[in-house]
């Protein structure tokens, strides 16, 4: 067993206790942040006449090696070592000797953990970042394809307003935008390095941790020794990010499963992006889009597990923030996959443009532009909303839509009525008509289109 703090202890860690403690079997996919700060944190040493230049020079350079055999395949991270800082360590000692016994110098593996998690979580806010604009390029391109493809809006899941496809995407592009905003300042916010505050009382070597926190991509060092190596409120607003994005990909996907059904019709999914079933040769199931959902619980259960951790730790670093890790992995592997599939998803699925026209024209969608012509004819509101509706009730005994009454049938409820009825109540018109901020309408759309591709082309 490969350990770094064998000197106090007379007996072996029992074998049991000692698995349970370690964290190798997690922690080895910090490997390259692990060497990163530490051949920052020697190039220091060095500059402060801690180390030589000579041992610097070895200590990097096996550093550099053992960065490149990990990656080539070459030496393997094994459950020997407690951790994977004792397995640099170990692996730098067996090749270059006594040097590689200074590295440690001036550093605990409090902040040395604590830098290595803060790189990673950095480096993995960027990778999902990434992911949310190849999203929203494709949501953008779906925008400017469908300006004119009229569909139902809805309220308590009934239909409401006649919108467009359009307009529709144009909302989830919103809440998308807003979760790379939450990206972007908790990136900013993270980004001061712990390396030097020692186990939590910082250190007597004089280290200059503005120096390795430059090296290192850094803003500056971060500011309380205790606070350093005990703060993973980075790792918590992260997981709530993420928390976020799950929630919008999983609204998303809840609308998919719906317009896929054969009650609606809205969209068909490609072959790529959809199973079988074992039983019915007639099914096609959106299983993407319902892993997608299901799989938002795992990643809010990450955030949970790491709020009821960190919730009653007196300062400084106790053991329980090593469960920092595997949830966090495992939320950020599930957030990246869930982003990549739905983007294929959406980016080969085929609109039904006619048939959800169709729909928007059977839900009384223009009722409330019915409304608003008879307001123009000088018919007060309220009155005007108590006629449409028993123009709503007279089609449903019909079973018809508001735009297939004939001119009589019109003015048998309002004698204002005439037959421009027909243009104001028409599906074009109800949405185009629209042009407010933020409204479906054409004009108000392709300002909306342009602010979308100036804020993509600008990030």
């Known amino acids: 067993m490969a350990q770094l703090w064998g000197g106090r202890f007379t007996k072996e860690t029992d074998r049991l206790a000692y698995q349970f ?5 997690f922690d080895r996919r910090l490997y390259r942040y692990d060497i990163q700060g530490s051949i ?15 041992e610097r020079d070895k200590i990097v ?15 393997e991270i094994t459950d020997e070592y407690e951790d994977i800082h004792s397995f640099v360590e170990a692996n730098l000692i067996d090749r270059i000797g006594d040097a590689g016994k200074k590295l440690h110098t001036g550093r605990s593996r409090n902040d040395q953990v604590a830098l290595d998690m803060r790189l990673y979580v950095r480096d993995e806010v960027d990778a999902v970042d990434d992911e949310l604009r190849e999203l ?10 469908n300006v004119h493809t009229y569909m139902p809006g809805f309220t308590h899941l009934q239909k409401a307003q006649p919108v467009t496809l359009s307009h529709h995407f144009g909302a989830y592009f919103e809440m998308f935008r807003r979760d790379r905003g939450r990206l972007s300042d908790l ?35 971060t500011r309380n020794s205790m606070d350093s190596v005990s703060d993973r409120d980075y790792v918590i607003e992260f997981l709530s990010a993420l928390s976020m994005i799950m929630m919008h990909l999983s609204r998303f996907c809840e609308e998919i499963i719906t317009w896929n059904t054969n009650e609606y019709r809205f969209i068909e999914l490609d072959d790529a992006y959809s199973t079988g ?19 938002t619980g795992r990643v809010y259960g990450a955030l949970v597990q790491m709020l009821t951790t960190m919730k009653g730790l007196p300062l400084a670093y106790n053991k329980d923030m090593q469960e920092d890790k ?12 869930c982003v990549r599939l739905f983007t294929g998803m959406i980016r080969t699925a085929k609109f039904r443009s006619d048939v959800m026209e169709q729909s928007a024209k059977n839900g009384f969608t223009n009722a409330t532009d019915a409304a608003d012509y008879l307001v123009e004819k000088g018919v007060p509101f309220r009155d005007a909303h108590g006629i449409v509706g028993r123009m709503v009730l007279y089609c449903i005994d019909k079973k018809c839509a508001l735009d297939d009454l004939s001119l009589d049938e019109f003015r048998s409820f309002s004698p204002v009525i005439g037959d421009d009825i027909y243009d104001a109540i028409g599906m074009k018109n109800c949405v185009e008509r629209r042009n407010t901020t933020g409204a479906p309408g054409e004009k108000a ?13 600008g990030h």
């Open 40 to 54: 920052a944190h020697a190039n220091m040493l060095a500059r402060q006449k801690v180390l030589t230049d000579e």
């Open 326 to 337: 595997e949830l966090t992995f495992d939320a950020i592997d599930t957030v990246k996959g």
């Open 187 to 221: 990136r900013r916010r993270m980004n001061f390095c712990p390396l030097g505050a020692g186990a939590l009382a910082g250190t007597t070597y004089p280290l200059d941790r503005r120096y390795t926190a430059d090296k290192l991509g850094f803003d500056g060092p």
């Open 21 to 25: 403690n370690a964290s190798i079997t």
């Open 136 to 145: 929203l390029t494709e949501i953008l391109k779906i925008m400017e394809e």
């Open 445 to 457: 759309m392709a300002d909306e289109i342009a602010e979308c591709r100036r804020y993509l082309g």
């Open 277 to 295: 079933i074992s039983i019915m040769p007639q099914k096609k199931n959106p299983d993407i889009a319902e892993l997608v959902r299901g799989k």
């Open 61 to 75: 350079g096996g550093l550099i090696e053992i960065l490149k055999d990990v990656e080539l395949g070459n030496l």
